[in-house]
């Protein structure tokens, strides 16, 4: 039987449009949350193409749509971390020429949130996603440490050595007790 000219959406016009619906919603957070981790836009974006188009092949497999957001980030972490041990990686070497980039500096904050993250991106890796997951997604200790596949105990010890590391890092001219003065 015929409906009148219409036909039912079909599983995968539904999975792509729900997709779809996602990436327009929850896209730019997840590239800010993968460019803190990451602490490279470009590596970020490539991170983010690649977990999101894991999450495309595994969407009718997530079952709590609610958590969406911390599967992405927990492909965004093990990408990074796959990233950091390839060979390539290692071989690099600094250089003191650095190639032409377009500052983005946050008008209302007189750019002292980009000189905050700077020192955030000074942290090790794992520290540096640790602290992205807690205070920046504001993850509990329980939601980091499934996020980054360590215990709690590891997330405590690492948030903890990091935050020391901020303090000691941190100029005196962003330090939360010079604004009050």
Not at 59 to 69: E, H, N, P, T
Not at 81 to 96: C, G, I, K, N, Q
Not at 143 to 165: D, F, H, I, P, Y
């Amino acid at each position: 039987m015929a409906t009148e000219g219409r036909r039912a959406p079909t599983d995968g016009a539904r999975r792509d449009a729900e997709f779809t619906e996602y990436l327009a919603a929850r896209q730019a957070a997840l590239l800010r949350t993968a460019y803190l981790v990451c602490g490279d836009r470009h590596q970020a974006e490539d991170v983010l193409q690649t977990a999101l188009a894991k999450l495309y092949l595994s969407w009718d497999k997530v079952r709590d749509r609610g958590a969406l957001d911390a599967y992405v980030r927990r492909i965004v972490v093990n990408e990074t971390t796959s990233a950091w041990r390839r060979p390539w990686h290692r071989r690099e070497r600094a250089t003191d020429a650095l190639p032409e980039t377009a500052a983005h500096h946050d008008a209302y904050d007189e750019g002292r949130s980009a000189a905050l993250w700077a020192v955030v991106r000074s942290l090790p890796p794992k520290a540096r996603a640790v602290v992205v997951l807690r205070y920046y997604e504001q993850l509990t200790e329980a939601e980091t440490a499934q996020a980054l596949g360590v215990s709690t105990g590891t997330v405590k010890s690492q948030c903890n050595r990091a935050m020391a590391l901020l303090r000691e890092r941190t100029p005196a001219h962003l330090h939360p007790r010079e604004e009050e003065r």
